[in-house]
């Protein structure tokens, strides 16, 4: 899977909108964009993927750039429980790869601020 | 639904010491993954298994580390003589293909202590 670079930690406000940014330049054509979030003491959980267009679910938003260097996780409004590891990760098609494991990096800590 | 489950939530145990740990899938979910996550550190993958396919076992860091699944269900990762920096969060997930895509359901994990 290709790499991905995200900043270490972030902060927001609670109530605040928050963008999180990952750059993933090497991305290839067949490769979708996975968020997975990582919450104090828990297991992961998934919060959003896309393609190509921009994608909308009842977590988060997920906003690629027209040249799929990178992607953007976008929470309208922080709570105190978004607090966690945010994890940005490529993983080519089941069409053309079968069934991978998931390769986190470091990811990005999020703060909330009450 | 009933997610993931795994047991024990916590297990310590005395170095050399074997140890067993379980992972309950999403029923339905053909595919199963163990991960470790040691204290402050990201998830390494250790192996996985799908359908009836032989597992990967690429990620088992020695062969001290095994695991077995039982058809489409319950699946068990082994230590043998367990040492100290065997200590981390064991993670598993289950997933189903749809259109291409796999999304992983993780458990709560099992945190290992090892003496």
């Known amino acids: 899977d290709a790499k991905t670079t995200q900043p270490n930690s972030m902060e927001s406000n609670e109530e605040e909108p928050v963008h999180l940014p990952c750059n993933h330049s090497?991305?290839?054509?067949?490769?979708?964009i996975h968020w997975y979030r990582q919450l104090p003491s828990q297991g992961p959980e998934y919060v959003i993927h896309?393609?190509?267009s921009n994608v909308n679910n009842r977590m988060a938003s997920l906003a690629i750039a027209e040249d799929r260097k990178s992607s953007t996780l976008i929470l309208h409004r922080a709570t105190l429980r978004d607090a966690a590891v945010y994890y940005c990760?490529?993983?080519?098609?089941?069409?053309?790869?079968?069934?991978?494991?998931?390769?986190f990096g470091k990811g990005t800590r999020l703060s909330v601020i009450a | 639904g009933a997610g993931v489950s795994q047991s024990p939530s916590n297990k310590v145990t005395e170095k050399g010491k074997d140890v067993e740990l379980r992972c309950d899938p999403i029923?339905?979910?053909?595919?199963l993954y163990w991960y470790r996550q040691r204290l402050g550190q990201g998830l390494e993958f250790l192996i996985y298994?799908?359908?009836?396919?032989?597992?990967?076992k690429s990620g088992l860091p020695s062969d001290r580390f095994s695991a077995e699944r039982t058809g489409e269900s319950v699946s068990t990762l082994t230590i043998q003589r367990t040492q100290q920096e065997d200590s981390a969060v064991y993670l598993c997930?289950?997933?189903?293909?749809?259109?291409?895509?796999?999304?992983?359901?993780f458990g709560p994990g099992t945190r290992l202590t090892v003496l």
């Open positions: 896309g393609l190509t």
């Open positions: 990760i490529l993983r080519e098609t089941l069409r053309n790869s079968g069934n991978t494991p998931l390769v």
């Open positions: 298994f799908q359908g009836n396919s032989a597992p990967d």
């Open positions: 997930a289950s997933s189903f293909q749809a259109g291409g895509i796999d999304t992983q359901y």
């Open positions: 029923s339905g979910h053909t595919a």
């Open positions: 090497t991305i290839s054509g067949t490769d979708y």
